[in-house]
């Protein structure tokens, strides 16, 4: 079974995540995005199990809003494309779990994240 975690260590908010759940990642293998960045293939198995590269893709990136991206209205193509030109565009953490994939962090994708790691 998979077991991985995308993430960013200079990130608050996925270190305080990743704490939280540090008891139940024994067997996970880690890749720090900023220093090994997500490769075509990586991204295109993400986006299997996420159903499309919008659901990876991060809206609250500086980058974001520097770039005018919020004023385009981007293709499946352009968030394939931003994705890879720039780490701080994946939602961070990602977790794949089996065919499972937990994104980001919002509350409710957190929370699922636990139990299905409670569960393993």
Do not use: W
Request: charged share 35%; aromatic share 12%; hydrophobic share 35%.
């Amino acid at each position: 079974m998979t077991k991985k975690v995308y993430h960013l260590k200079t990130c608050d908010t996925t270190r305080r995540i990743l704490k939280d759940v540090s008891k139940y990642l024994d067997g996970f293998e880690f890749q720090e995005i900023k220093e090994q960045p997500i490769t075509a293939k990586q991204l295109d198995e993400m986006k299997a199990l996420a159903g499309s590269y919008e659901a990876l893709f991060s809206r609250r990136a500086k980058k974001y809003r520097e770039m005018g991206l919020k004023d385009q209205n981007l293709s499946e193509a352009d968030y394939k494309y931003y994705l890879l030109q720039d780490y701080t565009f994946l939602k961070r953490p990602v977790f794949i779990i089996g065919d499972e994939i937990f994104i980001g962090n919002s509350k409710k994708n957190l929370a699922a994240l636990k139990e299905k790691l409670q569960s393993l």
